[in-house]
C-alpha cells in the first residue's frame, strides 16, 4: 500500500507544551504535506516540504523529512487548545503520473487548557 | 476563505432516494477529488477527475458516481441511498505537485 503511516494515532497534552507527530512512508517522493481537519471539517494544507529540503518552519510548525529513512516528523511548538484536531501527512509518488496525494491514517491531537 | 464550495452541508435522507452532493471550485484547477471519511477515520478515494469528460474510480469501491462536465464543476451523485452510505464526503481540487484545496465537506446521513 502506498498508504502512509502516522503514529502515535492519538496525542493528549496540556497548553505550552509542545506535540510531536510522525510519518512513515514506503515509496519515493516528490514533497510531503501536511494537514489539519478540525472534526467534522474538510483538511486544510499545513506546509508542504520538498524531497530535497530537510528542515522547514512555518510560525509554529515545525517539519523535518528524511528521506532515507522515508519519514518525516510535525513538531507544533507551544501547543494551544486552538490546535486541537486531526493531523495528517501526505505526499506524491514520485514515479506516479496520476499526480494524486497518498494521506496517511491521521494523528488525534487533543490539547488541555 | 474557501475556494472550494460544497453543499449541502449536512443532509438526512431516506433509504432509496437518488441525492447528488455538489462541489464547485473556483480556481481553475484541472484536478478534483471525492473522498469518504468515517469520523475519526482515515480518507478513501472514492472518485477523482484530471479534466473535462475525465472521470476514474479511486481506491474505495463506492456505489456513487460523478461527471465533469465543466473545469469547476464535479458532482457526485448516488442513484439509491441506503444506510452503509452513510458518512461524510470531502471534495478537493488540485495543481500538480502542490497542496489540495479541500471543501468543508457534506456529512449525509441515510435513515
Known amino acids: 500500500s502506498q498508504q502512509g503511516e502516522e503514529d502515535p494515532q492519538a496525542l493528549s497534552i496540556q497548553e505550552g507544551e509542545n506535540a510531536t507527530m510522525n510519518c512513515s512512508y514506503k515509496?519515493?517522493?516528490?514533497?510531503l504535506q501536511w494537514y489539519r481537519q478540525n472534526s467534522g471539517r474538510g483538511l486544510v494544507h499545513l506546509i508542504l516540504i520538498r524531497s530535497n529540503e530537510r528542515e522547514k518552519h512555518s510560525g509554529r510548525l515545525r517539519v523535518t523529512l528524511d528521506t532515507s529513512k522515508k519519514s518525516s516528523s510535525l513538531l507544533i511548538t507551544a501547543s494551544r487548545a486552538a490546535d486541537t484536531a486531526s493531523y495528517f501527512c501526505?505526499?506524491?509518488?514520485?514515479?506516479?503520473?496520476?499526480?494524486?496525494?497518498?494521506f496517511g491514517r491521521g494523528t488525534q491531537l487533543t490539547v488541555w487548557p | 476563505e474557501a475556494d472550494i464550495y460544497q453543499t449541502p452541508r449536512y443532509l438526512v435522507i431516506g433509504t432509496g432516494k437518488k441525492i447528488t452532493l455538489e462541489c464547485s471550485q473556483t480556481?481553475?484547477?484541472?484536478?478534483m477529488y471525492w473522498y469518504q471519511q468515517d469520523p475519526g477515520m482515515e480518507l478513501h478515494l472514492i472518485h477523482y477527475s484530471y479534466g473535462v469528460n475525465s472521470t476514474e474510480k479511486g481506491d474505495l469501491s463506492s456505489e456513487s458516481t460523478v461527471s465533469r462536465i465543466r473545469t469547476e464543476h464535479f458532482p457526485l451523485t448516488l442513484e439509491s441511498a441506503r444506510p452503509s452510505h452513510t458518512s461524510q464526503y470531502l471534495c478537493a481540487s488540485s495543481d500538480m505537485g502542490y497542496g489540495y484545496t479541500f471543501g468543508s465537506g457534506t456529512r449525509l446521513t441515510v435513515v
Open positions: 501526505a505526499f506524491y509518488d514520485r514515479g506516479s503520473t496520476l499526480g494524486r496525494l497518498y
Open positions: 480556481m481553475g484547477h484541472d484536478k
Open positions: 515509496t519515493s517522493i516528490n514533497n
